[in-house]
């Protein structure tokens, strides 16, 4: 079993050069690229773990990843169009850490995740979960903006293989982080997650695993954005509390009976 990762990254690497040689990428199923990718997740996550058991700095061993996370053109298309990557930003020793989609325009122009509207809102739900930014981390399943046509300026959500390609590194910060929970944000972290697309109304508000570590789903603040009920703002805050209690935080009245 100990050959695995290397037989491993060999076949992703054989992968990467049969889509970059060809004009058609090679085509494989949702679920053997989720089962693929969870592999090569536990693998990353049990080196980091050995790493950190040998007593390491997690912002230290977050470095070499983020240097490589820059200069990345394993999705030459993204690597072309993109202003920078953003890496992730946040307190490497974080209780919780945000998973989000990718970067949108003004990630890609700062180089820091969820800073545009859906960053705006997702701001105020961490500090009236009573924590600052900077106190939690956040990241997002692909480090590159998905490119646009250049007559457009919307986003679109990442590819199964620009997922597939991009994952390892976000294993790689889960495995140095160890956060107590995980808040997958949206279905595209749910799919990088889990490996799995479901519904997002069957899936949020429950408590799930990745790699052993609790998992809460809960809506994409652009989805809050795009939808304004009030019982959609109250679905995600009842999932924040769920992690409040799950991290033993006390919650105040005012927090139980707070509105988004
Ligand atoms: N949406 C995301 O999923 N991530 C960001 O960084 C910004 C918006």
Request: with cysteine; charged share 25%; proline share 7%.
């Amino acid at each position: 079993m100990n050959d695995f990762p290397p037989a491993l990254d060999l076949v992703l690497a054989a992968l990467e050069q049969i889509r970059d040689r060809e004009e058609k990428p090679p085509r494989a199923s949702r679920i053997s690229l989720g089962q693929l990718r969870r592999t090569r997740v536990t693998e990353s996550v049990k080196q980091q773990s050995a790493s950190l058991s040998l007593g390491s700095d997690k912002a230290a061993l977050l470095e070499p990843i983020r240097a490589r996370v820059a200069v990345c053109i394993k999705c030459p298309h993204l690597a072309r169009t993109r202003t920078q990557t953003v890496f992730g930003v946040g307190n490497p020793d974080a209780e919780l850490m945000f998973i989000g989609e990718a970067p949108g325009a003004e990630e890609d122009a700062r180089g820091e995740p969820f800073v545009g509207r859906a960053g705006q809102l997702l701001t105020k739900i961490i500090a009236a979960m009573g924590f600052r930014r900077d106190e939690v981390y956040i990241a997002n399943v692909l480090k590159c903006r998905p490119d646009m046509p250049s007559s457009s300026s919307g986003n679109r959500p990442p590819t199964p293989v620009e997922m597939q390609t991009c994952l390892p590194h976000l294993a790689e910060q889960i495995g140095i982080i160890q956060p107590k929970v995980l808040i997958a944000l949206g279905a595209t972290a749910v799919e990088g997650l889990l490996g799995t697309r479901g519904v997002m109304r069957e899936l949020r508000g429950k408590w799930h695993s990745h790699q052993e570590t609790p998992l809460m789903i809960t809506y994409h603040p652009s989805y809050l954005l795009r939808n304004q009920a009030l019982s959609e703002k109250r679905k995600v805050w009842q999932d924040m509390l769920q992690v409040l209690e799950r991290i033993d935080r006390p919650i105040t009245e005012k927090q139980r009976n707070y509105f988004l």
